[in-house]
């Protein structure tokens, strides 16, 4: 154990005269060594410290490891466990036969601070600092050319910031240790991130549905239109929402009608009264290329389209950054080097030079953004990605092909879109269309972001439309959806919590505390984060604050740039903040205290009981296959699982069950035996749906029509194994009208 004060250090370019040996590099990460020795051969030695090898003691009042004395910190280090002790022991040992020290531990605070520790313990009077953003021959040589001293200011961010978390989890957790319901921390920002998911876990319990009637009409000339209230025809553009689930995607609909009576008005109106087009509306419009990855974008879009969290996607990262295939994966700017940007134009002109614009295209950071870094980018663009797929496996090869699409679609030309929507009417309603034409895929050749909206046929202002059918769907609304891990690492971006280091270890707790559960990719706090978090609001409401949260991280970046004193700041914030919120926390504790620990509350899930809208608990059952089953805690409804339909369905009787054993058949075959599909109707969501499956019950048994089913989306019937419906027709099956009257699909009559 050692006292330790922070000390500027000196560098030297040279080596130090009369030394004898090699000079030795010291690493972080043991991956990196075999990368490293490959580049600079037997003229280096070169070792890893692990990471950490130093950490603040468990001495002193409440085993802190720091003083707080007036406007002074005094911190005291010592080895972090076995493993640092061991580390030490060999750097020192090397130390005494190197010709020199050089550290290169990484470039952020963090790696800042570990090579600070380094410096220490090895007790160095002179230090070389170096930093590399990707480890390749020419930046490792280049940075090893080009030394620097250590900045102490991001040394004094990092310190602040393990003092400070320090501060808080010690001090602040055993206050939810009276909760006795295993809790077992709290956290500066992990108590703020938890806060978000139960807010909104709260927002959906209290949500109250409302019934709605979205319009359509369809007309022979080949094209969908929903009912228009009027209002704003101006096309505009979406942002890329790199967080963005494909399964939240919903469907097109009509401005919304509130009554049966007034959806019955308009398809009457759409029936009696000729159609016409009213007004054609379009232009040709630039979209611009996304930016390059930072931490948070690429944890995002992993999640989003890899299905990975956020800890899993930092480990592959991890792994492509060792071995020298892309830049360091922590970084929060989307700046690239001038050489780099060059080599991706000189790749455009030779593969794609339709695609390559004129200037430059510069891509704005976030305001916290150190632009010293560079985006996460592959270190050669030109490098086959069919040369790596023997030495990756197929999670590692799938982020590396994605972070080198994204890094050449942000070089390239906007993509041109031809937006149109037709405002058609018949009497006094209106009906709206939309479709969009790519003109030039420009970026959207390695980076589809454009929408889905498709292509409307040629029409002419006042012509005369041909109606096939009109109708109306029943729907609800539906509560906002639970975050999946990648939409909280964006939230926690976007509200200033956190920086691109913490995102995925802050969520990575929440799930080992058992604060969080993901149910369907989606993040669900247990009654344990609950508990934590209601008692958090009511003892330490700042600390759940997102805004005071973020003040916190700004004063951290201050640290760093060097425009304010760490102590100072560390100090003040204690003595005016949170020692005093701590004396006022005690005063909470026996409100939830008092409470007889109870078994575990059951979990809510987010299908609504079909009688009542309320939110169904999960029962846990060995009885039934998916371990669980629904129960509604207003009405006692219960539903179970369905492997056959996919679904939750309500248990029915024998005589319900014979009586719609069979739908009504269809003039569509079944892919597999040719016999005519049945429609069937079916809730889920606590909504009535419709699918088309075969109409021999003995054949669906077999496992060769496993998947023979389509499901009803706007266009027709879709199957996930088979695809659409009739799509060597029309691609395209009308609405029933008279099948299936308790089924709340699109209903009219055909023209």
């Known amino acids: 154990m050692a006292t330790s004060t922070l000390k500027r250090s000196s560098s030297t370019t040279g080596h130090s005269k009369g030394s004898k040996g090699k000079p030795l590099i010291v690493i972080e990460a043991p991956g990196k060594l075999a990368k490293l020795r490959h580049i600079l051969g037997d003229d280096y030695l070169i070792q890893a410290s692990g990471g950490h090898i130093r950490e603040l003691a468990n001495d002193g009042d409440e085993h802190l490891g720091f003083d707080l004395v007036g406007d ?8 972090r466990g076995s493993r640092g002790k061991q ?12 010709q020199n020290v050089i550290l290169a531990t990484d470039e952020d605070r963090e790696g800042e601070t570990i090579g600070w520790h380094i410096a220490q313990a090895l007790g160095l009077k002179t230090v070389q600092r170096i930093t590399y953003r990707e480890i390749t021959p020419a930046a490792v040589r280049s940075a090893i050319a080009h030394p620097r001293p250590i900045d102490l200011d991001l040394v004094h ?52 549905p409302q019934d709605y009637w979205s319009c359509c009409v369809d007309y022979k000339e080949g094209f969908r239109a929903f009912y228009y209230r009027g209002g704003s025809r101006t096309p505009t553009e979406e942002p890329v929402d790199d967080a963005a689930d494909p399964a939240d995607k919903k469907a097109p609909e009509s401005d919304r009608v509130l009554s049966q009576a007034e959806a019955d008005r308009l398809i009457q ?36 389209k890899l299905r990975l969290s956020p800890e899993k996607t930092m480990q592959i990262a991890q792994g492509l950054y060792e071995k020298g295939i892309i830049t360091y994966h922590r970084s929060d700017s989307t700046y690239l080097s001038p050489e780099f940007v060059q080599s991706v134009r000189s790749w455009l002109s030779s593969h794609d030079p339709t695609n390559l614009p004129q200037k430059v295209t510069q891509h704005k950071s976030g305001k916290n953004a150190q632009e010293a870094h560079e985006a996460i980018r592959p270190t050669d663009v030109h490098r086959s990605s069919e040369s790596l797929k023997a030495e990756l496996d ?16 942000s070089l390239c030309q906007p993509a041109r879109i031809r937006q149109t929507r037709i405002i058609t009417q018949s009497g006094d309603v209106q009906w709206q269309a939309r479709g969009q034409v790519v003109e ?18 040629i029409v002419q202002q006042g012509q005369s439309l041909n109606l096939e059918w009109a109708a109306h769907e029943k729907k609800q609304t539906q509560p906002p959806p639970r975050y999946s891990e990648a939409q909280l690492v964006a939230l926690m971006e976007r509200k200033g919590i956190g920086r691109p280091s913490t995102y995925a270890p802050t969520i990575a707790t929440l799930k080992q505390r058992d604060y969080v559960n993901v149910v369907k990719s989606k993040l669900q706090p247990t009654a344990v984060g609950e508990q934590v978090d209601r008692f958090l609001v009511q003892a330490l409401p700042k600390l759940v604050d997102v805004g005071f949260t973020a003040e916190m991280e700004d004063s951290l970046d201050q640290i760093a740039s060097g425009k304010l004193s760490w102590e ?26 008092s409470e007889a620990p109870s078994k575990k509350t059951p979990d809510v899930s987010d299908i609504q009981c079909p009688q009542c809208q309320t939110l169904m608990i999960q029962l846990p059952s060995k009885k039934v296959k998916k371990g669980f089953f629904l129960k509604c805690q207003s009405c006692e409804s219960v539903m179970f699982w369905s492997d056959r339909t996919r679904t939750w369905e ?41 699918m088309l499956r075969c109409s021999d019950a003995k054949a669906r048994q077999q496992k060769k029509h496993e998947g023979a089913v389509y499901f009803q989306t706007s266009n027709g019937f879709w199957s996930p194994k088979f695809g659409e419906l009739g799509s060597e027709q029309s691609g395209k099956v009308p609405v029933q009208t008279t099948k299936h009257k308790s089924v709340g699909k699109l209903r009219g009559r055909k023209q």
Request: charged share 25%.
């Open 269 to 304: 109106v759409a029936e009696q009264y000729p159609h016409r087009v009213v007004s054609i509306e379009g232009k040709t419009v630039n979209r611009t290329s996304p930016a390059p990855f930072t931490t948070s974008t690429l944890q995002q879009v992993a999640g989003s």
């Open 87 to 98: 580390a030490i022991a060999q750097l020192r040992e090397a130390a005494k036969h190197a």
């Open 440 to 457: 030039f895929e420009g970026f959207a050749k390695y980076w589809r972001s454009l929408g889905q909206d498709g292509e409307l046929p």
């Open 568 to 593: 100072q700041w560390l100090t003040r914030w204690n003595r005016d903040y949170f020692a005093p919120a701590l004396e006022q926390a005690q005063k909470v504790i026996p409100n939830y205290a």
């Open 72 to 79: 002074h910190v005094q911190c005291r280090w010592e080895a």
């Open 157 to 208: 961010a990092g310190i602040c910031r393990s003092v400070l978390d320090k501060l808080v989890g010690y001090r602040g957790s055993p206050l939810v240790w009276a909760l006795n319901n295993g809790a077992k921390s709290i956290g500066r920002v992990q108590s703020a991130t938890l806060h978000l998911v139960v807010e909104r876990e709260l927002q959906i319990r209290n949500f109250k």
């Open 650 to 690: 309500s248990p029915r009787v024998k005589s319900e069950q014979s009586e719609d054993a069979s739908g009504e058949l269809t003039e569509h075959a079944c892919p597999v035996c040719k016999k005519p599909l049945e429609e069937y109707g079916y809730q889920k969501d606590g909504q009535p749906k419709v």
């Open 394 to 409: 197929a999670d590692a090869f799938s982020l590396y092909v994605m972070i080198w699409k994204r890094t050449v679609a």
